[in-house]
């Protein structure tokens, strides 16, 4: 057996800043490496985006009527110009947070589950490095399937994008601290409770029924519309529809990209505080060990 | 430059009873006394109730030495372990790990220590060994260059460097455990905390391990070493702490806890056709003490360790207990005794129990 030649030191290794980077970036290589090992996902990436909508476009064709009346009067209440992108839009703003609350929530719960949660927290590394560059990936891989759903869309469904593609950018780029931040809350909530599937199908169902998914706001009683506002789910659908598909310019994007910004400093704070809170705890109760 | 590469001084470690499901069924924690606390004026609600994993423990590691912490399941080790190496809070008690505070100096305590807990589940078995290593070297902080020259020198090392490319998920459990032990060296430490570090291995397997942390210590690591295998405690630790029910109950070299015990000779026997009534009768022989019993396998063939002062005079007596009323002696040693014989000296029970 050869010997080393650093067989041990007392002097600690120096951390700075480019040290920390790298360690954030190893995060997010690492989890890109696992993710692309499970071949599954380009599957699912491929199907989901024709899946989810098709239900809701096949219900709106048979409400629609023979003379496709239906689908008039649902153009004049949403003030849509296309029935298809419009559930396509909302569809995958929901699937988008569904998958974020999948993976994000459950990314330090998975390295409990493989054992691998302890080595990591044993190391000098900064521990919210672990949350966020897990989500660098995610953040990669949900671009694709955007990009997907875009190229599926028109090629299936016919959708035409008439928007300006770089406020449609911005408008996703709006809405990753919301999304995100709540994935931030949910890992730390999922470390400290061990389940989360009943908080998972509650955020989702809300999403489905207050933010309008396949149908105007206006069809809302007034009190869910209040509750709606305060989803940041609800400003994404809509900004994206206005960017995607009314051509809405910069300054008519404006309010709701504020409001999107606003909730997503919200989430995001709460995030970070959560996760602190459950580090905290985690010490106290021996969580991170227990499976 | 401290004294002591470990010192901890009377550390407790209390579960709420909710909480510690898990550790309850790792630790055998034992149940503290539930509390009762007056919650509102009209009425009495019961409080949270504890147990207790770690009951006061305290101990000090030189420099350079192999201590070993040796127990059964449920002892207290791995909560004694994680308590020093900063995943788990003290309810009480104080520690320091290479002179740093385990409270206020987390950071630094971390950098200053190796671990392998959990062996082969502390590794990701989806990226190669190679990718793991280089992976567990940005979270030490490990400058790049210096990162690829250490990686490539502990993989031939551990004799891993053919098998560096491929998934860890193709590895021989023994395979893995090397690289679990390959990333607790990575920032050169010089302190080593391994957990149960051969549980699971097949003997060579175990073997190379235990060759391993030898010439760990002969290159300087202070290693802090768990096991409930008696022979490996003894083999390797300079200093050995013995655990039960979260508190030390004797700390000295190996030698010298085994020169402890009054009963200088163990007789060890298989019999078969066993049963309840011959344990009471052993136990009636003069000049003997701590019979225990442990079954091999098929229902009546047992294996009982009985520790005496003298064997010569007690074995015409227990030949003659043994062989009557259908059981018969299968085998029979005289030995000197281990530490599992320490153990159950001070305790009344096996390791393993």
Sequence with gaps: MATLSFPSSRSLAKMSLPSHWRALWAVARREWLIFIRYPSWIIQMLIWPIIFPLMY?????????????????????????????????????????????????????????RGTLESNWMTPTWRFAYLLGSSFPQVASMGMFLGITALEAGLIFGVRLNGNPWLMLLVLAACIPAIYGLGFAFASVVISVKEANTFVFLVRGLVMIFCGVSFPLSMLPGWMRGIAFWLPQTHMIDAMRQAALSNASLSQLAPSLNILLAFGAFWLAAGYILFQWMERQARKTGAIGQY | MPTWAIEAENLVKK????????????????????????????????????????????????Q???????????????????????????????????????????????????????????????????????????????????????????????????????????????????????????????????????????????????????QLKAEGHTILLTTHYMEEADQLSDRIGIIDQGKIIALDTPEALKQRIDQQEVVRMEISGWHQELAASLQRLPNTANLVTRNLGSDSLYEVSLQTANSRAVLPGIIQTVNQNGTHLVNMNIVRPSLEDVFINLTGKALRD
């Design chain 1, 57 to 113: 476009i096949f219900t709106g064709r048979a409400l629609a009527g023979p003379d496709a009346s239906g689908l008039q009067h649902f153009m004049q209440v949403s003030g849509a110009s296309e029935f298809n992108g419009y559930v396509i839009l909302g569809t995958t703003i929901w699937m988008w947070q569904n998958v974020v609350l999948w993976n994000v929530g459950f990314a330090l719960r998975e390295e409990q589950w």
């Design chain 2, 64 to 214: 350079g030495e192999i201590f070993g912490l040796l127990g059964p399941n449920g002892a207290g080790k791995s909560t004694t372990i994680r308590m020093l190496c900063t995943l788990l809070e003290p309810t009480s008690g104080t520690a320091r790990v290479n002179g740093y505070d385990i409270r206020q100096q987390a950071t630094q305590v971390r950098q200053s220590l190796g671990t392998v807990l959990a062996g082969e589940r502390s590794i990701y078995w989806k990226l190669t060994g190679r990718e793991n290593l280089e992976y567990f070297a940005a979270l030490y902080h490990i400058p790049p260059p210096l990162a690829r020259q250490r990686i490539k020198e502990l993989l031939e090392h551990m004799e891993l460097t053919e098998r560096a490319n491929d998934l860890v998920e193709k590895y021989s459990t023994g395979m893995k455990q090397r690289i679990a032990l390959s990333k607790a060296l990575l920032a050169r430490p010089p302190i080593l905390l391994l957990d149960e570090p051969t549980l699971g291995l097949d003997p060579q397997a175990a073997r190379k391990v235990r060759e391993i942390v030898a």
């Design chain 2, 15 to 62: 579960f709420p009873k909710r909480a510690s499901a898990n550790d309850a069924a790792q630790e055998g924690a034992q149940a503290a006394k539930p509390t009762r606390r007056l919650a509102w004026p009209f009425r009495r609600k019961e409080g949270p109730s504890w147990s207790t994993a770690v009951d006061g423990v305290s101990l000090k590691i030189k």
